[in-house]
Every structure is written in structure tokens, then in C-alpha cells.
Nanobody
Framework: QVQLVESGGGLVQPGGSLRLSCAAS????????MGWYRQVPGKQRELVAS???????TYSDSVKGRFTISRDNAKNTVYLQMNSLKPEDTAVYYC????????WGRGTQVTVSS
């Protein structure tokens, strides 16, 4: 069984920064993919960024140049550095890991508001 625990969400003003962390525990095999989705009530979950254990990364167009995904493979932890935050980044952010199947964290709320 795999468990994921996110941290780092909160309230920030537009233009501010937040760093999300997600620690995975359990049977984490390599290679794998870890990343982040986000979801706003009434909308589908949107892929924000992903990172393979070999270092390849992808980003949604809406966050390119503002968000950076990174990971510590030794700690099975993935991070999301979010800069220049906008009100439209407000969402619940979920981390995930794909090890044969996709496992999800419970989510952390990010609110961007003045």
C-alpha cells in the first residue's frame, strides 16, 4: 500500500509564493512518476506538473514559467514551488505517484486572494 501526505498549502496574496511538499511511503518502486493535479469545485481535476524518477518534467501551459516541480528520490518526496501566484491558481492541490497504478494524496488547499 502507498500513502501520500501533502503539506504547504495556505492563503497567499496575488504575486506571492508557496511551496507544496508531498511525501510518499510504502511500496514505492522505481521507475515511477510523481506530480500534482489541482481541482476547483465543479471542474475536472487538472494536471499541473509531473516528474519522472529519471528527471523528465512536464507542466500545464497555465503554470509554465511560474511553477517548478522537483523531487528527492531518496525520500520519495515531490515538491511544487509556486511563484507569481494568481487568483486563478486557487484550488485543492493533489499529489500523486504512479507505481503500476495511480495513488493520490488527500489534497491541500491553496487560496490566492488579497
Amino acid at each position: 500500500q502507498v500513502q501520500l501526505v501533502e503539506s504547504g498549502g495556505g492563503l497567499v496574496q496575488p504575486g506571492g509564493s508557496l511551496r507544496l511538499s508531498c511525501a510518499a511511503s510504502g511500496r514505492i518502486l522505481s521507475p515511477n512518476t510523481m506530480g500534482w493535479y489541482r481541482q476547483v469545485p465543479g471542474k475536472q481535476r487538472e494536471l499541473v506538473a509531473s516528474s519522472t524518477s529519471s528527471g523528465s518534467t512536464t507542466y500545464s501551459d497555465s503554470v509554465k514559467g511560474r511553477f517548478t516541480i522537483s523531487r528527492d528520490n531518496a525520500k520519495n518526496t515531490v515538491y511544487l514551488q509556486m511563484n507569481s501566484l494568481k487568483p486563478e491558481d486557487t484550488a485543492v492541490y493533489y499529489c500523486y505517484v504512479v507505481v503500476f497504478v495511480k495513488y493520490w494524496g488527500r489534497g491541500t488547499q491553496v487560496t490566492v486572494s488579497s
